[in-house]
Nanobody
Framework: QVQLVESGGGLVQAGGSLRLSCAAS????????MGWYRQAPGKQRELVAV???????NYADSVKGRFTISRDYAKNTVYLQMNSLKPEDTAVYYC????????WGQGTQVTVSS
């Protein structure tokens, strides 16, 4: 089992920044992928950014150049630095761990006001 604890969501004005954190604990395998997904009201959950255990990253086109995913391997923590936020970034953001098994965090609300 893997547990994920997210933090860092909130309300911000358009153009502002937020940083999300997700700490993983439990049976963490050396080879894994961690990332962030989001779900806006009435829409499907979508990938935002992922990072492998070797540091390879992948971003949704809509966030490229604005969001940066990183991880602290010693702390088993993944971060999402979100800059130049737009109202369309408003969603519940979920942390994901993929290794043997697939696990989700509880979600953290990000609201961007215009």
């Amino acid at each position: 089992q893997v547990q994920l604890v997210e933090s860092g969501g909130g309300l911000v004005q358009a153009g502002g920044s937020l940083r999300l954190s997700c700490a993983a604990s439990g049976r963490i395998f050396i080879t894994n992928v961690m990332g962030w997904y989001r779900q806006a009201p009435g829409k499907q959950r979508e990938l935002v950014a992922v990072i492998t255990s070797t540091g390879i990253t992948n971003y949704a086109d809509s966030v490229k150049g604005r969001f940066t995913i990183s991880r602290d391997y010693a702390k088993n923590t993944v971060y999402l630095q979100m800059n130049s936020l737009k109202p369309e970034d408003t969603a519940v953001y979920y942390c994901n761990y993929g290794g043997p098994g697939n696990y989700w965090g509880q979600g953290t609300q990000v609201t961007v006001s215009s």
